[in-house]
């Protein structure tokens, strides 16, 4: 048996804890909850492991369950330090790596709960495009002072890929998508561009976050 299990979905910040676990060489079992599609019934399925109904969800091998993609990244860096995917307590570049795990998930992640309905939060549809998108220019906004905040080398933190470079090559897909996110954070963009074609997942990103032709531009 599989040591983990992982809720996630094809195309959701999920992807990046799949990454994860596959560059670690740790082997889950998948359930597919495609919770962002409303109309899609698999998503209840991570309800077993998350109230709110959002993957990621990670049932640990002792049975604990973790939310929050943030954490679960972090914890699996702990877990696996050999695979040298995140930056140990001592490593200088921790207290960035904390910073900015926190970041991507708060300041930018987070607008997905409201930017895929805004229903949630607005009434009235004819003021959806404007919500829309001002969380856009707010997300370009953080993308950009995390482009400031950091000096890439081959990756974010210097020249180690770590779940960070995953966290961003992932989130990073989601709309307003690579084409501005580009504009906003050349040096982010130019990493991400790395982890996309970084050979160990050559196979692996067809199929868990297809692209097509446009996509970057949605
Ligand atoms: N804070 C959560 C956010 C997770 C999240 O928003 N997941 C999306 C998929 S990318 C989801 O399940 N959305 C469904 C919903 O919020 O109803 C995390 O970082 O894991």
Redo the contacts with the bound molecule.
């Keep these: 048996m599989a040591p983990y299990k992982l809720y996630s979905?094809q195309?959701?910040?999920?992807v990046a804890v799949e990454a994860a676990l596959t560059l670690m060489g740790q082997a889950y079992a998948l359930v597919e909850?495609m919770?962002?599609e409303p109309d899609d019934p698999s998503?209840d399925a991570?309800l077993a492991a998350n109230p709110?109904?959002?993957?990621?969800?990670l049932v640990l091998p002792s049975g604990e369950t973790l939310?929050?993609?943030?954490?679960?990244l972090i914890r699996l860096g702990e877990l696996h330090p050999e695979a040298g995917l995140a930056p140990g307590a001592d490593d200088p570049a921790r207290a960035a790596f904390l910073r900015w795990m926190t970041f991507v998930?708060t300041a930018i992640?987070?607008h997905?709960?409201l930017k895929?309905?805004p229903f949630r939060l607005v009434p009235d549809a004819g003021q959806h495009a404007a919500v829309n998108r001002r969380i856009e220019d707010r997300i370009l906004e953080c993308w950009g002072v995390m482009e400031a905040g950091t000096e890439p080398g081959r990756y974010i933190l210097g020249d180690t890929l770590t779940v960070l470079d995953l966290y961003v090559a992932v989130v990073s897909r989601?709309r307003p998508r690579r084409q501005r996110f580009a504009e906003a954070a050349p040096r982010l963009a130019e990493v991400s561009k790395r982890v996309d074609s970084d050979p160990r997942l050559a196979s692996f990103w067809p199929e868990r976050y297809p692209f097509f032709e446009g996509w970057d531009r949605m």
């Design positions: 979905a195309g959701s910040g999920g909850a919770t962002y998503g991570v709110l109904r959002q993957v990621p969800a939310t929050e993609s943030a954490a679960i998930s992640y987070a997905y709960w895929d309905d989601f």
